[in-house]
C-alpha cells in the first residue's frame, strides 16, 4: 500500500497565482485532513473532512478551499496564493472513531514570492 | 479554541540524558496521541492514551495520562542520536472528529 501520497513535494508560485495540492490515500480512511506547518507554530489544521461530500474548517482556512468528491482524494486549493502561504503543507488521514492514528504524507513544501 | 499547551518549546540534552515532554489542557481529554517527527519528515504516530492514569512503554519511551485527564507526558530514558525530532501531542476537538496538535517539543541530542 502506498499510504498517504501527496504531490507535488515542492511548488513555488507567484503572489495571486492559484495551484492545487493534491492527497490520495488508499487505506479507505474516512477522516482526511490538511494542516499546514510553520517554525514554532506546530502543525495547524487548515480543512479536514469526515466523508465523500463532506467538508469543515479547522483552524486556520482562510484563503484554502477543499472538497471531498471521493473517499480517497482530497485536494487543497489556493486560490489566490499569498507569501503567508508559503509552509510546508500535510495532509493526513485515518479511521474515524477513538483508535484512529493518523497517516501522513511526506508533505509539500510551498513558497509564495 | 482547545489547544494544548506543550512545554518546553526546545530541549537540548546530552546522549544518555533523560528528557521529558508534557502537554497540558484546560479541559478533560477523551484521549490523546503522541506524534514524532524526525528533522526534514512528517510526523509518525507514537500511541494513543485513553484511560485516565494510564501508562504505557515503549523501550525507552514512557507515556503518561493524568489522573484528570487534562495532562500528559513523554518521557525518554538514556536518549540517544536517534531520538532527536519534535515531539507533539494531539487531542480531539469540539466533539468532532478533528485533531489540533501541540507546538511540540524540538529535541536536540549532543553525542
Known amino acids: 500500500n502506498a499510504g498517504v501520497t501527496q504531490t507535488p513535494k515542492f511548488q513555488v508560485l507567484k503572489t495571486g497565482q492559484s495551484m492545487t495540492l493534491q492527497c490520495a490515500q488508499d487505506?479507505?480512511?474516512?477522516?482526511m485532513s490538511w494542516y499546514r506547518q510553520d517554525p514554532g507554530m506546530g502543525l495547524r489544521l487548515i480543512h479536514y473532512?469526515?466523508?465523500?461530500?463532506?467538508?469543515d474548517q479547522g483552524e486556520v482556512p482562510n484563503g484554502y478551499n477543499v472538497s471531498r468528491s471521493t473517499t480517497e482524494d482530497f485536494p487543497l486549493r489556493l486560490l489566490s496564493a499569498a507569501p503567508s502561504q508559503t509552509s510546508v503543507y500535510f495532509c493526513?488521514?485515518?479511521?474515524?472513531?477513538?483508535?484512529?492514528?493518523?497517516?501522513f504524507g511526506e508533505g509539500s513544501r510551498l513558497t509564495v514570492l | 479554541g482547545q489547544q494544548v499547551m506543550q512545554i518546553p518549546q526546545y530541549q537540548h540534552v546530552q546522549e544518555g540524558e533523560d528528557f521529558t515532554t508534557y502537554c497540558n489542557s484546560s479541559?478533560?481529554?477523551?484521549?490523546i496521541q503522541w506524534y514524532k517527527q524526525r528533522p526534514g519528515g512528517h510526523p509518525v504516530f507514537l500511541i494513543q492514551?485513553?484511560?485516565?492514569?494510564e501508562v504505557k512503554k515503549q523501550k525507552r519511551l514512557t507515556f503518561q495520562f493524568g489522573e484528570a485527564k487534562k495532562n500528559s507526558s513523554l518521557h525518554i530514558t538514556a536518549t540517544q542520536t536517534t531520538d532527536v525530532g519534535t515531539y507533539f501531542c494531539?487531542?480531539?476537538?469540539?466533539?468532532?472528529?478533528?485533531?489540533?496538535f501541540g507546538k511540540g517539543t524540538k529535541l536536540t541530542v549532543n553525542p
Open positions: 493526513a488521514s485515518r479511521s474515524t472513531g477513538l483508535a484512529g492514528e493518523l497517516f
Open positions: 487505506m479507505n480512511h474516512e477522516y
Open positions: 473532512s469526515v466523508g465523500a461530500g463532506i467538508t
Open positions: 479541559t478533560t481529554l477523551s484521549n
Open positions: 492514551l485513553v484511560k485516565s492514569g
Open positions: 494531539a487531542r480531539p476537538s469540539g466533539g468532532s472528529e478533528k485533531l489540533v
